[in-house]
């Protein structure tokens, strides 16, 4: 298979992001954006007086490479202005704040488009900007009780809701639908010359990600919930099962041909005929439990990953990264980072691993939050030296 030159200019190269978000689906959003190519400008707040500036752990969002840094009192006129200015010649503004706070700031989207007409401008909040819940704080696992994901997965015992073991809201409902209309909104000024305004919902995005289940619903009347379908536990054949050497496998045989390739080598076969028999299915499990606990997992994972049985295992995270195929795929990079003392120590991070990124990057420089851009960006933005020099001195700028 031939790939294009790994030279090829980035996706983004020439747009500016300026991102007011530290955690959250907005900062997921900027680290993609970042990995396609876009300069990303981070805007955090002054540390207040005598209390410490509350910045994620180094390693998180790719330890803040390839980002620009500034913090402003956006409560000051002066800071206010600053911001404006720098947006003036920026192309995205993504924020995370309540509903309303960055109007009431004056640095909403009404006010930025003042200075830049055609800006998108990306808005972030667990449930929209509108609606009854619009003011509520909330998490990752509150969206997703609210949109049913919760619901809808297999139970722990006593009936529980489990805890996913990934930030599915955050990272799918949120970060990577505030990147998707963000890019759509940039291909749509590209011919039209107009910009827009993005209401991003996480709870909304994440409803998107149920809309197999919702859709049934709405169509036929049938409430989904776990055990109802062949992707929640229905059935023997997607499933998860326990190993000689108590590690998992994952099975996701849905397929008929893949079905009988799995039954024929567990030693199963009187099951070929019954992979969708609800009656059946608590003795197909039990013998598939009992076939899998003859093995260790990975030598089940080598007998039938390879015999198109859509099984595999299920990894720790260090087994993940041991894996030959994450390897193969260059999914890890080498990063360094700044000590406060001054010296630099190296530490392994996620590279750019989206399809249409530079996916041959292996090394990294991690970026200090401490350590701010305030006079290149300011002075790009038109202020001079002199005028930088002073908003440093009264504390509108870091």
Request: proline letters at 6%; glycine letters at 10%; charged letters at 25%.
């Amino acid at each position: 298979m031939s790939h294009p030159p790994a030279s090829r200019s980035p996706a983004l190269e020439g747009i500016t992001v300026l991102d007011f978000a530290t955690v959250g689906p907005a900062a997921r959003a900027s680290r993609m954006l970042s990995d396609y190519g876009a300069t990303v400008v981070k805007i955090g707040a002054m540390a207040a007086a005598g209390a410490v500036q509350i910045d994620p752990p180094f390693y998180a969002y790719s330890g803040g490479r390839d980002t620009k840094r500034l913090r402003v009192d956006l409560k000051s006129p002066a800071g206010r202005d600053a911001f404006l200015r720098l947006a003036a010649g920026s192309d995205v503004v993504l924020e995370s704040f309540r509903p309303g706070v960055v109007d009431r700031l004056g640095i909403g989207y009404d006010d930025v488009r003042v200075r830049r007409p055609d800006i998108v401008y990306c808005s972030t909040s667990g449930y929209g900007q509108t609606g009854p819940y619009a003011d509520r704080a909330g998490h990752d696992i509150n969206y997703l009780g609210l949109a049913g994901y919760l619901d809808c997965s297999e139970r722990a015992p006593g009936g529980k809701p489990p805890l996913p073991g990934a930030t599915v809201a955050d990272a799918a409902g949120g970060g990577m639908q505030a990147v998707m209309a963000i890019m759509a909104a940039l291909v749509r000024r590209a011919t039209t010359g107009e910009g827009a305004y993005l209401d991003v919902s996480i709870t909304d995005g994440v409803v998107s990600l149920m809309s197999l289940y919702v859709d049934e619903y709405l169509a036929t009347g049938t409430v989904p919930g776990p055990g109802h379908y062949i992707l929640t536990g229905r059935y023997a054949c997607y499933d998860t099962y326990r190993c000689a050497d108590d590690r998992w496998v994952a099975v996701g045989a849905i397929e008929p041909a893949f079905y009988r390739n799995l039954c024929r080598l567990l030693d199963c076969e009187r099951w070929i005929d019954h992979q969708l028999d609800d009656e059946a299915q608590d003795d197909v499990r039990a013998d598939f439990a009992a076939a899998f606990a003859r093995k260790p997992r990975d030598e089940w994972v080598a007998e039938l990953g390879p015999a198109d049985t859509c099984v595999g295992p299920v990894c720790t995270v260090p087994e993940l990264l041991d894996d030959p195929q994450v390897a193969a795929r260059g999914l890890v990079g080498q990063a360094t980072r700044t000590l406060d003392d001054g010296s630099t120590e190296s530490f392994r991070q996620l590279g750019t691993v989206l399809a249409g990124t530079d996916t041959s990057r292996r090394t990294f420089v991690a970026r200090r939050p401490d350590l701010t851009d305030t006079v290149e960006l300011l002075v790009a933005a038109g202020l001079t030296i002199d005028e930088v020099a002073t908003l440093r001195e009264e504390g509108v700028v870091a």
